[in-house]
């Protein structure tokens, strides 16, 4: 197997369905790619994620742009059903550091609008590289996922 590019990072803040009161939205992914120095390419990625009290699994896409990342995480609610939380960072909006961390996402069920969130990453912004990236064999990339 080839070794590749592993991306680890937890998300956290709220999401407020419409109409609703917000609560606790956190995601955690794993995303791989043996392209390490295409840096624009999508990274599929499997995690978990928290809503509420609900913990759940969760796939999708993580793509770095020059602008800042852009998420697609798709997760299946058991009310609700499929769902999709999508968006990306803006660097320089908000201020540098803010922008660094801090992802707007809409939710959406079937392509229409349901709620709103907003995620930051809380570690240490200095050790993202030393935390959050690694080389690994393509056949350990989803091992020890991190459980919210």
Same mark, same amino acid.
């Given at each position: 197997?080839?070794?590749?590019?592993l991306?680890?990072?937890?998300? =956290? *803040?709220?999401l407020?369905?419409?109409?609703?009161?917000?609560?606790?939205?956190?995601?955690?992914?794993?995303?791989?790619?043996? =392209?390490?120095?295409?840096?624009? %390419?999508?990274? @599929?990625f499997?995690?978990?994620?928290?809503l #509420?009290?609900?913990h759940?699994?969760?796939?999708?896409?993580l793509?770095?742009?020059?602008?800042g990342?852009?998420y =697609?995480?798709?997760?299946?609610?058991?009310?609700?059903? @499929?769902?999709?939380?999508?968006g990306?960072?803006?660097?320089?909006? *908000? #201020?540098?550091i $803010?922008?660094?961390?801090?992802? @707007?996402?809409t939710?959406?069920?079937q392509?229409e609008?349901i709620g709103?969130?907003e %995620?930051?990453?809380?570690?240490?912004?200095?050790?993202? +590289?030393? =935390?959050s +990236?690694r080389l %690994? $064999?393509e056949?350990?990339?989803?091992?020890?996922?991190? %459980?919210?």
């Open positions: 197997m080839a070794i590749g590019l991306l680890c990072e937890t998300m =956290r *803040g709220t407020t369905l419409d109409g609703d009161a917000p609560q606790p939205f956190a995601f955690s992914l794993r995303a791989f790619t043996t =392209r390490i120095f295409s840096l624009t %390419v999508p990274r @599929p499997r995690g978990q994620l928290r #509420g009290d609900l759940l699994a969760c796939h999708g896409e793509t770095i742009r020059l602008t990342p852009h =697609r995480v798709a997760f299946e609610h058991p009310e609700l059903g @499929p769902l999709e939380a999508i990306h960072k803006t660097y320089g909006r *908000g #201020g540098l $803010r922008s660094l961390i801090t992802c @707007p996402l939710l959406y069920r392509g609008a709103q969130a %995620v930051a990453y809380r570690e240490p912004i200095l050790l993202f +590289l030393f =935390r +990236l %690994v $064999r056949e350990r990339a989803y091992h020890d996922a991190e %459980v919210l």
